[in-house]
């Protein structure tokens, strides 16, 4: 069978949008001869939708949509994701669906079966789950229409499995002689190795031809890195989507010869995802421009990076607020990056303001000595300053702060911490210096004395990171075994790390829950991410340590 994947960049809630989008494909499907072309998941509505799904005039919108969708189909069969009606009460009112569209008609619907709710996905929460799922006949052929979750649950590659129910061997034992699947499956490091291997022992097992058509995008805290793939019944790869950008892919399931996986650097991939999302937030939003505070160190270098990457030197603006305490060093680390940039860079001094507030609390606080609260105030009047800029010239400001800061509380509410988007807050310290140097693979744009200098907030004298923290390259592994793995304390040290220090920084974590709340919304790049996938109360009392 002749199939075209359609990888498109779907937006959520745009409706006309995405109805374009998949006109356009359709017709490029037609013009080069598929027998059918695939599309994302929930591709007319955009994925996540979430609370969407509760205000009927968008349900209905949806499949008004859908049927103009199925009035201009042709002779090439159209996979097109939906928002169904559930008409069979008790139960929830909408389903995840996928629509096959031909000839100016709906030939067939089929519904989502495993509906995932863990991590940032809920999505039993709103849809009703297909009882059953019985194969579709498509270009004289039996085949399987599976969405998303459904064909992650094969017993045979997964040791520990979600759902008893397995749609797929369901369908092969129905007959089916293709597996079709429509994806919105998010981007973490590791994920398309993980996608393929998955895909490639259900082709085997099978014997079937597999064929995933992915999103791609950002939508909110989510990326999703396209990487359309299809495997022949032998399990070999016959053809990939690009990963981080639209693409369009025709394939013949029989006769395509097999291809090796895309494999770039971890690092290139993490780059790729994070301009990705920051592109997509801000257009998709409607912000045009961005501002940022540039220290001089090696977090708000990449960040703004970053933010060239995705919306161009003309639109990023970076700032640099000094204090008596900000080294010479640093101030003409920020000038170079933005010269180097092509950025606009201003210089806006914090050291009046900030003599002139410790002044007007002086009498409140009686003397007491000059502590955490005199460094706080630094970083809240920067932030008081940046965020008067974003508001005066509309430009979004994005923070600087990354993973292992936002962990354990190395960052300050209302200060550092202000801003509408976290660009680097999934990205752990010791990846940040890792993308620092690929961003630097080819020439120096970073400066050298930015990533090799000991990284310090500069809000003392003399002060360094390492003066609170344990060393980032033990921090961070840590904080990998303890996040994202759910290892204990007891368990962490036994991998070789001091129990004392497990025990602090595993503190610092639990403690700073009230901090991450408030945090702005970040990019998930690793597979557990700070927000919404991740959900412990702040009031609460256990403690592992």
């Known amino acids: 069978m002749k199939i075209a994947l359609a990888q498109i960049n779907t937006t959520v809630g745009d409706l006309a949008g995405n109805e374009a989008k998949i006109l356009a494909g359709a017709a490029r499907a037609q013009s080069e001869g598929a027998d059918l072309a695939l599309f994302p998941e929930l591709t007319i509505t955009g994925y996540p939708p979430r609370d969407l799904l509760l205000k009927r005039d968008f349900i209905a919108g949806n499949l008004a949509v859908l049927k103009r969708l199925a009035a201009a189909s042709g002779p090439t069969a159209l996979l097109v994701g939906y928002v169904g009606e559930n008409k069979n009460n008790p139960g929830r009112d909408v389903t995840n669906q996928a629509a096959l569209l031909q000839n100016g008609q709906i030939v067939a619907t089929r519904a989502k079966t495993l509906l995932p709710t863990y991590d940032v996905f809920d999505e039993d929460r709103y849809f009703e789950p297909a009882q059953k ?5 498509i270009a004289g052929q039996s085949c399987g229409v599976t969405i998303c979750e459904d064909i992650w649950n094969d017993e045979d590659f997964w040791p520990h499995r979600r759902y008893r129910a397995n749609p797929i061997g369901d369908l092969v034992a129905a007959g089916a002689g293709h597996i079709f699947n429509i994806s919105a499956s998010p981007w973490h490091v590791g994920k398309h190795k993980l996608r393929a291997n998955m895909l490639a022992s259900l082709a085997r097992k099978s014997g079937r031809p597999v064929a995933l058509c992915n999103l791609v995008g950002g939508n909110d805290e989510l990326v999703f890195d396209g990487g359309s793939l299809v495997f022949n019944g032998a399990g070999e790869l016959i053809a990939q989507g690009k990963t ?167 960052c300050t509410l209302y200060g550092d911490m202000c801003g509408g988007l976290a660009v680097i807050s999934d990205v752990p310290k010791t990846m940040v210096y890792r993308l620092a140097h690929w961003i630097n693979r080819d020439r120096e744009i970073i400066p050298a004395a930015s990533i090799t200098k000991p990284p310090s907030a500069e809000l003392r004298d003399n002060q360094t990171d390492q003066d609170s923290l344990p060393p980032y390259e033990t921090l961070d592994a840590i904080l990998e075994q303890y996040v994202v793995h759910g290892r204990s304390p007891a368990e962490i040290a036994k991998l070789g790390f001091e129990s004392e220090t497990v025990k602090r920084v595993i503190r610092l974590i639990d403690i700073n829950e009230y901090k991450r709340r408030q945090a702005a919304p970040g990019l998930k790049v690793t597979s557990k991410a700070f927000g919404v996938g991740r959900r412990f109360p702040i009031a609460q009392r256990y403690r592992e340590v």
Request: proline share 6%.
């Open 133 to 137: 799922n019985v194969p579709v006949s």
């Open 244 to 410: 981080f950008e639209e693409d369009f892919v025709v394939v013949d399931t029989e006769h395509a010869p097999a291809i090796s996986l895309a494999a770039p650097p971890e690092e290139e991939d993490v780059y790729r995802a994070l301009v990705l999302g920051l592109r997509d937030y801000f257009h998709k939003c409607g912000f045009q421009s961005a501002v940022l505070g540039l220290s001089g160190g090696i977090d708000s270098a990449v960040v703004a990076c970053l933010a060239v990457a995705a919306l161009g030197a003309d639109h990023v603006q970076g700032v640099s607020l000094p204090s008596q305490f900000s080294s010479q060093g640093s101030l003409d680390d920020a000038r170079l990056l933005a010269k180097r940039l092509g950025l606009r860079y201003d210089v806006i001094p914090i050291q009046p303001p900030f003599e002139s507030v410790k002044q007007l609390v002086k009498p409140v606080f009686g003397g007491r000595p000059e502590d955490t609260t005199e460094e706080n105030m630094q970083a809240r009047l920067r932030g008081v300053i940046l965020m008067a800029l974003s508001n005066k010239f509309g430009s979004l400001l994005l923070t600087t702060g990354n993973k292992s800061e936002l962990a354990v509380g190395y």
